[in-house]
């Protein structure tokens, strides 16, 4: 049986090396045909070369890799769609999401998940994504789509509400959260069981433990006594105040919530270490990034790969021999966390086999992390909605309800703050009405 796999925006490099290295080395993957999209053609070319020189190295070449001009041609017959693109380009797209936001005081640190960056780069992505789910119900229905882009929550969100196709959203903070954790407190993470159920980026570390043991006491206790700077710090708080570790860094938990990036207090983000310009290096550090890996995977003929602890790979697997995997992962919500809404995109423990994947039932979350969440679900289900309907109004009433803009700005401000943007992303805008 040879599967299809398709991947979207193969130009990312290092990524499409991981995942579809990953897959190459999968018992039952070898012969798989491996069809690459992206927009950028010479990336696209050059990943192709990469990956053809990994399959001969590690494969025996005996997958299919190629590069495809048209998507639908891509998708047809896919058994597996992982996508992993961004909608419009670091300057000016990216750059705006900061500069015109910080013009009214608001500071940002990833700005790809919420606030005001999470919230454009969702209105940019979702007309994009719709777009592919819907060729995909023409010409591969039956096929699992596995999303990596961010804002994860809003854009997984809208396909699964949305469209037919089967969807589950993946980011790898569940996997690192307790070993990074207690390297970081020098604990060993051997033996460690745990259980992790949220919303993406802020999900929360619930259960802890070794031989029945709850770690959670201890590890409280030396994140108390780290008195050092460290790049844990927005996290620590968050436990220390509202009792429960969370999966995401400390750059992106701050912008989630209305603590931390304060004008009112700007001493707080030396406290906390936390940066509002990175942005601002980012342009550098991409294409840094792409010379070097043109340096070390295009041309290079040794190339080899170990598998990752990357989650694709793993689910294509499960699904495609049967065996049973368990990941966390983002799926829509059925009363598995019943103190959230349903129908909402929710981070939880699954169980994948042969039958697809099949959320756990987690039950209540502490109030107090149900309450943080819907803080955080709330401008996503109105961003979702906005980008659907194509709707101003409703792109404003996310950012009014947004933790960490409302916390900061008036209610004018954000309105035209809004409005700036909209305009300033008309081109990736389609479903918007722009006049002059």
């Known amino acids: 049986m040879s599967v299809k796999i398709v991947f979207i925006g193969a130009g990312s490099i290092i990524f499409v090396k991981n995942l579809i290295g990953d897959c190459l080395l999968t018992p ?6 491996i069809a690459l999209l992206d927009i950028d053609k010479e990336k696209l070319r050059l990943s192709e070369m990469m990956l053809n020189q ?36 670091y300057d000016p797209q990216v750059i705006q999401d900061f500069e015109i936001p910080l013009k009214y005081g608001l500071k940002q640190t990833y700005a790809d998940t919420l606030g005001m960056g999470g919230i454009m780069r969702g209105l940019r992505t979702i007309p994009v994504m719709m777009d ?21 929550a809003i854009v997984t969100g809208a396909i699964q509400r949305e469209t037919s196709i089967k969807t589950v959203g993946l980011c790898h903070s569940v996997q690192i959260c307790v070993p990074d954790l207690l390297q970081g ?31 959670y006491p ?7 006594e780290r008195t050092e700077p460290h790049d844990d710090r927005v996290r620590y708080e968050m436990m220390k105040q ?26 707080l983000l030396d406290r906390f270490g936390i940066q509002t310009l990175m942005y ?6 991409q294409q840094d990034y792409w010379n070097q890996a043109k340096e070390e995977l295009i041309h290079n003929t040794g190339l080899t790969h170990q598998r990752t602890h990357e989650y694709a790979s793993y689910i294509i697997e499960a699904m495609v021999w049967d065996k049973v995997y368990k990941i966390g992962a983002n799926v829509l919500n059925r009363n598995y966390i019943t103190n959230l809404p349903n129908d909402v995109c929710v981070e939880v423990p699954c169980l994948v086999d042969g039958s697809g994947i099949t959320p756990c039932h987690v039950g209540e979350l502490p109030q107090q992390l149900a309450a943080l969440n819907r803080t955080n679900i709330n401008p996503q289900i109105l961003t979702i909605e906005a980008a659907l309907k194509g709707d101003r109004e409703g792109v404003c009433h996310a950012a009014m309800l947004d933790p960490h803009t409302s916390a900061e700005l008036s209610l004018d401000d954000i309105r035209s ?20």
């Open 28 to 33: 039952g993957l070898h012969d798989a045909h």
């Open 54 to 89: 990994l399959n001969n190295n590690i494969n025996e070449g005996r997958a299919t890799i190629k590069a495809y001009d048209n998507q639908r041609e891509a998708l047809q017959d896919a058994d597996f769609v992982i996508n992993a693109i961004m909608v419009g380009k």
């Open 132 to 152: 592919i789910a819907r060729e995909m119900e023409e010409v591969c229905p039956d096929a699992w789509l596995l999303n990596y882009t961010n804002p994860m």
């Open 185 to 215: 407190l020098g604990m060993d993470s051997s033996g460690v069981k745990s259980k992790i159920a949220g919303i993406n980026h802020q999900a929360w570390l619930l259960e802890v433990h070794r031989d029945g043991v709850n770690l």
């Open 218 to 224: 201890e590890i409280k206790r030396r994140a108390l």
């Open 242 to 267: 509202f009792g429960y570790y969370v999966t995401e860094s400390t750059q992106h938990t701050a912008e989630y919530v209305p603590y931390f990036i304060k004008n009112a207090y700007p001493e």
């Open 280 to 285: 601002r290096d980012w342009g550098k550090s």
């Open 417 to 436: 703050m809004c409005n700036e943007l909209l305009d300033a992303n008309k081109a990736y805008l389609p479903q918007f009405q722009f006049h002059g």
